[in-house]
């Protein structure tokens, strides 16, 4: 703690915020959910003793929502493998004098949470990779099938464009508005969130999606420093750099994970970059968060569009709807798709890097001290894009900032002088905001009321 920011931290106990919110509310429901699922996998299996392991999982989850709901303080997390992670938690939990559920900073108990949970698996012999999370992941990707074939429709097209007359993309002016849609195109992609289906459904995040829900929200973009993250790609291809890599330090699988790959072809197949490495979790976390294995599941997905796509979705299954066939064009810009970015992952132009410190329970104004491999490596990369509303409340300290603070003071120790060139993705979803202009704010609350910062899917590109 002795490297966060002192400007005050979102806490729970605080009425009017998100963080009460998700305390009281949010949280329980996505622990309902879990045991719904585990039931579920529990029932799709004859082997008693992996029976037995998941009804006390079971019961884990309920424990684990009762002291919840009921103010209790956060217990020591068990050491599940990772001694020095879990000890870290611990430390904090001591430091924060063992703290209840409403009385405890969000950052902290939201991901002391996921951490806690992920040791009712690890510490079984049956469910040490279950990933809790993988259904509702699976779910929702085939549920984005319409945005996801308009996608890659758009996309074939433009990267077979740029293949045929390299010049396309030395238009400057085309260059630079292909560049913006394909980052505005990543940035709607967080909107598509699991841990808010608590009060979304399917059919709304559908609405969230496709080209005309993007150019709908164009008003929702309240911070928007593309241009310099722009000038800054073209400086360094400019100067010739031999390696010039962009790195994505990921948020939700499916169709984000989709928009960010969306994203990473075009900026290589432009040469815009060489390398793109992308940093998933490595456990389950905040319901719609990358692993390793979302890779995997999307790139599978993709080369079998049709076994994939025209598989009925749970709710499909319950409602009896079997999904309509994908057209022939529809199949063949998905293998297109496919075929494009397996290349680019088989030749090494696009890597997948995790790193456990991704799950840590800090902000990162620790990063540089508490990850210095991790922060170096960083440093190797031209731009750094940060995407989703976590990564944002890490790196700005999760804090009562005024909301115009200038990101880059908000950034703390990551900010300029750290050698990390910082971008940030991300749809707002939570209480903290910065880089706004003066009465934004002011003007936001009296036209969409005092929540709007995590009721109205406002969005930010900042630097
Ligand atoms: O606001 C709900 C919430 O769970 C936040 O606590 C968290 O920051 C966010 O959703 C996760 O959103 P994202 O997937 O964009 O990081
Ligand atoms: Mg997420």
Known sequence: MEFDTKTPKSVTSDPKSFASESVRMRWPVILTGAIDDIFKAISSTDDAEKQAEGKKIIEQLGSLKYEMLHDRQLTPIPEDGFPDETAAYNKELEQLGNPTWFQVPWLFAECYMYRRLNTFFTLTNHWKSYDLFARQKTDTFRTSRNAVVELAARYADIIKKIRADKDITHDPETEKILFTEM???????????????????????????????????????LVNNLPEAFALLKKAQAEGKKERRVDFVLDNAGFELYVDLVLAGYLLNTGLATHVVLRPKSIPWFVSDVLPTDFAALLSALANPKGFFESPTEEEKVSEKTPAPLAPKEVEDLLYVFQDWATLHGEGQLAIRPNRYWTAGGSFWRLPHEAPELHEDLKQAELVIFKGDLNYRKLVGDAWWDATTPFAEALGPMGPGSGVNVMSLRTCKADVVVGLPAG?????RATEGGRWRFRCQKMGLER
Do not use: F, H, P
């Open 440 to 444: 934004k704010d002011e003007e936001l």
């Open 183 to 221: 980052c505005e195109v990543c940035l709607w992609g967080n909107a598509t969130d699991l841990s808010l289906l608590t009060n979304m459904t399917y059919e709304d995040i559908q609405k969230l999606q496709g080209s005309e829900a993007r150019k709908a929200a164009e008003q929702n973009i």
